[in-house]
């Protein structure tokens, strides 16, 4: 049956991060102490501090001397317009969910994609996003598989933006000569882009034809049909919204960096340019899905490349990537908490509402 706020449901399919039987995500206090979760936290954590200690030979007194003396002004600065970003992907996510016909705010959009960053930063493979599709289904009378096709065309545009601004701030951070390691980093992006618009058009041309001929249920063929429809659900005349508001996220990834930078008062030629490249190649690096929110990855690649190619010495790169990563991961950590903790997103409030139930207790 169809509901006001959506198409009919889907019959449960054993999701990651969902129990089968009772069809709402697993407790993220459950996740947190499966043995997997702690190893892919712990060990990232382990390897940085063993690599800074033995291999860095970095002097911890002067790294903590350059945190301590930060102008906290411009720390706040960061911190604020690091969050701009969320309603700017609740306003993004609530376009595309509306192309499929379901109607969501943009303050109910961007709790569940806060909500749904702390499982990122807290559990790897990215399980935020599947997280994501299932609040949304608590809360709303929704296809799931509709909603996973619009968080896929969501990480698409990202991608994009990810790849074309980078090249772009690539190019005007090194105009003067290009060393032979961001070259490499230059080809990678130029094959990002060609091998997403190479999927997407086949997805878009040929995937219905490759899924019929191949020996699957018919639920999974449904699914899959759904998801299709998420993906391409897309109206022409608000691929350039979106395409702006895409830009404005990266935006202000870029701007907290370049903030921290400048809080610290360090003398190397970053600049906006450099801010956008360097964050955008972390932002790159956390899509590797090992580790929550790339730990490990993110922290020894943002240095390396500061030091490599902007002239930092391993303790500013080391002060910059802690105060950084302290705004986009651990304030993300603390506040997701609480609203996890708080909203009435994690306990399907707002959908048993609508069907006249009385809300869940906590």
């Not at 990232?44 to 200690?53: E, R, T």
């Not at 509306?98 to 961007?110: A, C, E, K, P």
């Not at 049909?225 to 022409?236: K, M, N, T, W």
């Amino acid at each position: 049956m169809t509901s006001p706020n959506g198409p009919a449901e889907e019959p449960l399919v054993d999701y990651p991060f969902v129990h089968e039987e009772a069809g709402r995500p697993t407790p993220l206090s459950r996740r947190l102490r499966d043995p997997r979760t702690i190893i892919s936290i712990v060990l990232p954590v382990v390897l940085v501090v063993l690599i800074a200690a033995t291999i860095g030979n970095i002097d911890f007194g002067e790294l903590v001397g350059h945190i301590t003396q930060a102008n906290l002004y411009l720390l706040v600065a960061a911190f604020a317009i690091y969050y701009v970003g969320f309603p700017l992907r609740g306003y993004r996510w609530m376009i595309l969910l509306r192309g499929t016909g379901i109607n969501v705010g943009v303050r109910d959009s961007t709790e569940i994609i806060f909500i749904s960053w702390l499982v990122n930063c807290l559990v790897p493979a990215k399980l935020g996003d599947v997280y994501r599709a299932w609040l949304l289904r608590l809360n709303y009378a929704v296809s799931l598989s509709r909603t996973f096709g619009t968080v896929f065309i969501e990480r698409v545009f990202d991608l994009f933006a990810i790849a074309l601004l980078g090249l772009a701030a690539g190019f005007w951070s090194f105009r003067t000569g290009l060393p032979a390691e961001v070259q490499v980093v230059f080809a990678i992006g130029i094959g990002v882009v060609v091998l997403l618009a190479v999927a997407l058009f086949l997805i878009r041309n040929f995937g219905q034809r490759i899924i019929a001929r191949l020996p699957l249920p018919a639920s999974l063929r449904e699914f899959y049909d759904r998801f299709e429809e998420g993906v391409f659900s897309i109206q022409a005349r608000r691929i350039p919204l979106l395409a702006f508001v895409t830009a404005a996220i990266w935006a202000t990834e870029a701007m907290r960096l370049f903030l921290v930078v400048q809080a610290l008062g360090f003398d190397f030629p970053l600049g906006i340019s450099g801010a956008f490249f360097v964050a955008l190649i972390a932002s790159l690096l956390t899509a590797v899905p090992f580790t929550p929110a790339g730990l490990g990855l993110v922290e020894l690649g943002v240095a390396s490349i500061l030091t490599l190619f902007y002239g930092a010495t391993q303790e500013q790169a080391g002060a910059i990537v802690l105060l950084d990563r302290a705004i986009s991961v651990l304030s993300v950590i603390v506040l997701g908490t609480i609203a996890y903790v708080f909203s009435s997103k994690t306990k399907g409030g707002r959908r048993a509402v609508a069907e006249g139930a009385p809300s869940p207790t906590p």
